[in-house]
């Protein structure tokens, strides 16, 4: 319990003085007209108070991944608690602060044309393209995932696939409706389901005294396959550490914000809220059932076919909320997924607006765009809920590699510490390659070539962003 304590406070210390640190390094200005107020069109650009932007953020950015992905990646050992913070801090929250506020600077462009700007057009076209297929993974992954836990909350009554209809036409009206109409107003009720299961399961812990493994037991791989801790966890627990998930949600409140002094709190706040859930989650995963062995062997004893993370949550939440808080707390787990996938199809619909360049205040040009994304969205659907995962599991953190170089580059144009992101970017490089290359639903290469090869790919992009800095001051000085 006391390193589940120190690693809480570890994530609120984080905000305060390396979220602090990355709004000196940006260079916040107060007084820069924010894209809400300089070009507000009713449906996008809507100026919105921070609590509600806070509010969105944190919900579309707190999917499943601090929920399932903690419930699988705490299997590794105490090892998890660490890159849930040291990941939070260092690497996801610069991560969503240093994106959202370049594409506050940048009339709330997306994050594709973000990209594209710091790295090039060539890589512009191909980051478009897997932008959409990411977020088309996403809103199929946070179909399936809810269905599957509403399925159980109503005894079968209603069936998966019914519930699935449900939450797809909830993300059309999302994707098609004007920010404030439908996300503005039911996020708060999405918001209150989220902070009592965060809240009701961090109160059981310390009431029922759960026995949480403490740091001094070490951090030997656990995994009861063997599979590696590099890179394999670091892919697991992606959205409560790092995930570039999280800067395709962004621009959305890009385009919200009054004021570049809330940067911090919006963007790098719901980074360190979303991290904290993956802790709660991680440490009642491992200690409900009295160890991490005990979540391995319950893990172990269930069909193949089922969902496991939604079952550990499913009895975690019923046996130690009782009935009706349990219930509650299934609302919060399922609000998580729901806030994810429809601001993920929102925001393919905003990607493809901005290279078609159609203005989206025209409700037929939103559909233009929108329904051949429902469609797509609705054959990944078919696919099995595990190889979805897997997949977007490896895209996510992919993604965030493209956006921390792309933040990289940004701040050496600007003669800033760029330091702060090339850190994460060299070691989520590494990560990325060497998961796709080690991977079932990868290469599945053996042996020490996977991470070498990831090692060598992060140390060869670190050598051409020094080449091309260096070529850049070279021509600065020389004018």
């Not at 099995?384 to 580059?409: E, G, H, K, S």
């Amino acid at each position: 319990m006391i390193s589940f304590v120190i690693s809480i406070l570890l994530l609120i210390a984080g905000y305060a003085f390396y979220g602090r640190l990355s709004e000196k390094i940006f260079g916040i200005d107060p007084a820069k007209i924010t894209p809400a107020i300089a070009t507000p069109d009713g449906v996008d650009y809507v100026p919105l108070p921070w609590w509600k932007i806070f509010l969105i953020q944190f919900l579309n950015i707190a999917g499943l991944g601090p929920i399932f992905g903690a419930i699988m990646g705490i299997m590794f050992g105490q090892a998890a608690f660490l890159w849930i913070v040291i990941g939070t801090i260092f690497a996801g929250g610069v991560h969503d602060f240093f994106s959202g506020m370049m594409s506050v600077r940048s009339n709330g462009a997306s994050l594709p044309e973000l990209i594209g700007k710091e790295l090039g057009q060539s890589v512009k076209q191909f980051m478009r393209l897997f932008s959409l297929l990411l977020m088309i993974l996403v809103g199929a992954v946070f179909v399936s995932g809810p269905a599957g836990l509403l399925a159980n909350l109503t005894s079968g009554a209603v069936s998966v696939m019914w519930w699935s209809a449900i939450i797809f036409t909830y993300y059309i009206l999302a994707t098609l409706l004007p920010i404030d109409k439908l996300i503005g107003k039911i996020y708060p009720i999405f918001g209150f389901a989220l902070l009592f299961m965060a809240v009701g399961i961090l109160s059981a812990m310390f009431i029922n005294k759960a026995p949480i493994p403490e740091f001094t037991s070490g951090f030997a791989n656990m995994h009861p396959q063997k599979l590696p801790i590099f890179p394999i966890m670091f892919v697991s627990i992606a959205c409560g550490a790092i995930s570039g998930f999280h800067a395709t949600q962004s621009p959305l409140m890009a385009r919200c914000i009054q004021n570049e002094r809330l940067g911090r709190r919006i963007f790098y706040g719901s980074m360190v809220a979303e991290g904290i859930v993956a802790l709660i989650w991680a440490a009642a995963a491992s200690s409900f059932f009295g160890s991490i062995e005990g979540l391995q062997h319950f893990v172990a004893g269930l069909a193949p076919t089922v969902n496991k993370p939604a079952v550990v949550v499913d009895l975690i939440s019923k046996t130690w909320l009782g009935q009706f808080g349990g219930i509650l707390a299934l609302l919060g787990v399922i609000a998580a997924p729901l806030t994810s996938g429809d601001t993920a199809l929102r925001s393919a619909r905003l990607i493809a607006a901005d290279f078609l360049k159609l203005d989206q205040k025209p409700v037929s040009k939103r559909l233009l765009i929108s329904i051949p994304l429902f469609v797509l969205t609705f054959l990944v659907l078919q696919m099995n809920f595990d190889i979805l995962w897997r997949y977007f599991a490896w895209c996510n953190q992919t993604l965030a590699v493209f956006t921390l170089w792309a933040i990289t580059v940004y701040l050496a144009k600007q003669k800033k510490w760029y330091g702060i992101s090339l850190m994460p970017a060299m070691f989520m490089t590494a990560v990325s390659i060497s998961y796709i290359l080690m991977a079932p639903e990868g290469f599945a290469l053996k042996g020490n070539i996977p991470v070498a090869s990831g090692i060598i790919a992060s140390i060869l992009l670190f050598a051409l962003f020094f080449h091309k800095t260096r070529q850049a001051g070279r021509f600065d000085n020389s004018h």
